[in-house]
């Protein structure tokens, strides 16, 4: 059975920085685009940062350019997201996400993943 997991969230002030990890069980992503989506409430789950499988190819949602990272660590089977210079608006919960089809390219749509974690909170008070 396919796992992913996220850890990382929690409450941090305006300006202050987080890295969220996403770990794998069940399966490699050595060949795979991964990514970090949110779902802010009220609002619909968009696509934060991906990733594709050799790291060459990222992409980041405009609204994070600059502040956030995407990262993989093939070894570990895993991904990461470094968030600095954090704002409220950025409030939310983070999900992680991997596409099943190998060398498939990044992605914005939620539909093309299909795998996800259970997500993670994000909460930045002003």
């Known amino acids: 059975q396919v796992q992913l997991g996220e850890s990382g969230g929690g409450l941090v002030q305006a300006g202050g920085s987080l890295r969220l990890s996403c770990a794998a069980s069940?399966?490699?992503?050595?060949?795979?685009?991964m990514a970090w989506f949110r779902e802010a409430p009220g609002k619909e789950r968009e696509l934060v940062a991906a990733i594709n499988w050799s790291g060459e190819d990222i992409s980041y949602a405009t609204s994070v350019k600059g502040r956030f990272t995407i990262s993989r660590d093939n070894a570990k089977n895993a991904w990461y997201l470094q968030m600095n210079s954090l704002k409220p608006e950025d409030t939310a919960i983070y999900y992680c996400a991997a596409r099943s089809r190998a060398y498939a390219g990044v992605s914005t749509w939620t539909h093309d993943y299909n795998y996800w974690g259970q997500g993670t909170q994000v909460t930045v008070s002003s």
């Open positions: 069940g399966r490699t992503f050595t060949t795979n685009t």
